[in-house]
């Protein structure tokens, strides 16, 4: 069983950048794949980033492509998103996912493939 917890978060300008963590305890650290969604008020959960369990690969949604960058800490067992320049539309709660028994080079970007989960983070941008 893993427990995720996300920190970090916080209220930020149009164009600052945040760097949001994840802590994972309990299991395999090193071989759990791990995502990034974020849910704002009324709108269903969308996929941002992930990466895979061994770190080589990495996927980011369109939106966040070239701004924000996913990274894990194996020694922490942290997994982080950096996000820059960012936007209004940023504005959700965040959440980071594990995903257990996969290939080392597999990510998920669809939610149904995460085992467990966070509690979720606030970010929230003003203009």
């Known amino acids: 069983q893993a427990q995720l917890v996300e920190s970090g978060g916080g209220l930020v300008q149009l164009g600052d950048s945040l760097k949001i963590s994840c802590a994972v305890s309990?299991?395999?650290?090193?071989?759990?794949?791990m995502g990034w969604f974020r849910q704002a008020p009324g709108n269903a959960r969308e996929f941002v980033a992930a990466?895979?369990?061994?770190?080589?690969?990495?996927s980011y949604a369109d939106s966040v492509k070239g701004r924000f960058t996913m990274f894990k800490d194996n020694a922490k067992t942290t997994v982080f998103l950096q996000m820059n320049s960012l936007k209004p539309e940023d504005t959700a709660v965040y959440f980071c996912a594990a995903a257990t028994f996969r290939d080392s080079s597999w990510y998920g970007i669809r939610d149904d493939e995460y085992n467990y989960w966070g509690q979720g983070t606030q970010v929230t941008v003003s203009s």
């Open positions: 990466i895979s369990w061994s770190g080589d690969r990495t």
């Open positions: 309990g299991g395999t650290f090193t071989r759990y794949a």
